[in-house]
């Protein structure tokens, strides 16, 4: 096949693509959500990346990422297609608190959130998960391991973040895309189960 076709292919939707998806890839700021699209993205993702200066030094805390130098000011997007008519489109969000406004905005039409938190800073995802749930926006929470963060138990992170026994809660690498694609997984399963005990109520 030739390279520019199979580049073509490789960005181009198939004809037979009928439903797209729109999911939010949240969480606090440097907690992996940009590593996390770009490890699913089967395009080449679109970020919105700028060196970080020393006035956001200032308001952005560097705790447990002091080797950072870049951060999402906009957005990361990717796209991942599950089947020949289903295509999934990954938003990813800026995780600090002056683009809260922003990423409100992106909660219209996404059918639900991936939820992404650090052990060492759990505290930082409850105004993630605060603004989903004001926008009623369903989600799944998906630890990213980082080397030399701590491991707690299940029951321990769940309590640490409140979460409701049907919260999906499960670890991740979000380097790695197979890692990365289970826990997409975890949230796609939940939406589908909601769904279908939505549609199943008396009205």
């Not at 996404?110 to 650090?118: E, I, K, S």
């Amino acid at each position: 096949m030739d390279s520019a076709l199979a580049s073509d292919n490789a960005v181009y939707l198939p004809t037979t693509v009928r439903t797209a998806v729109k999911l939010l890839v949240v969480g606090h700021f440097a907690v992996g959500k940009t590593t996390f699209v770009g490890a699913l993205s089967e395009i080449k993702p679109l970020r919105t990346e700028e060196t970080m200066t020393q006035a956001g030094a200032f308001v952005d805390d560097l705790t447990g990422t002091e080797d950072k130098t870049t951060t999402t000011v906009a957005m990361d997007f990717g796209r991942l297609t599950l089947s020949e008519s289903l295509v999934l489109y990954l938003f990813g969000a800026p995780g600090q608190q002056r683009f809260t406004r922003l990423w409100q905005d992106m909660t219209r039409g996404a059918l639900g959130a991936l939820v992404l938190a650090d052990t060492r800073r759990l505290e930082q995802s409850f105004p993630v998960m605060a603004i989903l749930e004001e926008h009623g926006l369903p989600y799944a929470v998906a630890v990213n391991h980082f080397e030399g963060a701590p491991h707690f138990a299940e029951a321990e992170v769940r309590e640490a973040l409140d979460l409701l026994p049907e919260t999906p809660l499960v670890t991740c690498d979000a380097r790695d895309r197979v890692s990365s694609t289970h826990a997409l997984i975890a949230l796609v399963q939940y939406l589908q189960s909601r769904h279908a005990h939505t549609s199943q109520e008396p009205v």
